[in-house]
């Protein structure tokens, strides 16, 4: 079981399909703490719908980011969490941070890393004309869209597709993702050699991915 707390700055759609998965039995995690550093934003209202502590602390209060991450600490321990996952948290974490959750910090990202990193992943990948698009979540280090890649997405971008249209595309793959890297979490299945990321355990069948290449393989259910 993890003590898990999400990041937010936006819609936390990522957030809602843990959640999902929470409910429909097949995420062992235990949501302690939803935290933005935007009192806005619609994740903090996902988070209360489902009873989840929620709370807002303003970046811009703060004198450094440092002062900002050392704030977000005491507030994720204090609420009980081990492990933190980012869900559309548009801040770069500084050591004071990556730190105290040590191998314990997640993200996503919407585009195959290496490839496109940064906040316009998606539109960045459609205006280079690939082919194929996707999202990863990884580990989190001190390099931005940089740690150690856990499960990646990768599907067909429609000819003629903008960066909106296949933002959509990969955002539906990110909910699918997400939640089965944080399962192999908690199942202590994931084993770190080098930049690798290993899946431990026995293999489940794989679920069909539809129209998608997922590797490592999504297990039923997600």
Request: charged share 20%; glycine share 8%; net charge negative.
């Amino acid at each position: 079981m993890l003590n898990l707390a999400v990041l937010v700055s936006g819609s936390g759609s990522n957030l809602q399909a843990m959640l999902d998965r929470k409910a429909q039995g097949l995420l062992d995690v235990d949501f302690r703490l939803v935290l933005s550093n935007k009192a806005d934003a619609y994740g903090l209202e996902r988070a209360r719908a489902a009873g989840v502590p929620a709370l807002a602390i303003d970046h811009r209060q703060f004198p450094d980011r440092e002062a900002f991450d050392a704030a977000m600490v005491a507030a994720i321990r204090d609420h009980g969490a081990d492990t933190v996952a980012l869900a559309g948290f548009m801040r770069l974490l500084t050591p004071t941070f990556l730190n105290a959750f040590p191998g314990r910090v997640l993200n996503i990202h919407p585009a195959l890393l290496p490839s496109f990193p940064g906040a316009r992943g998606q539109r960045d990948a459609a205006a280079y004309g690939v082919t194929i698009a996707g999202c990863t979540v990884h580990l989190v280090d001190e390099q931005m869209d940089h740690g150690p890649i856990i499960i990646q997405a990768a599907v067909p971008v429609p000819p003629g597709a903008d960066g909106e249209a296949l933002a959509a595309r990969i955002l539906t793959w990110e909910h699918r993702i997400y939640p089965q890297a944080l399962q192999w979490l908690a199942q202590d299945r994931l084993r770190l050699d080098g930049r690798h990321v290993r899946i431990h355990g026995p293999a489940a069948t794989p679920a069909t991915p539809g129209d998608a290449l997922v590797h490592p393989p999504l297990e039923p259910g997600f």
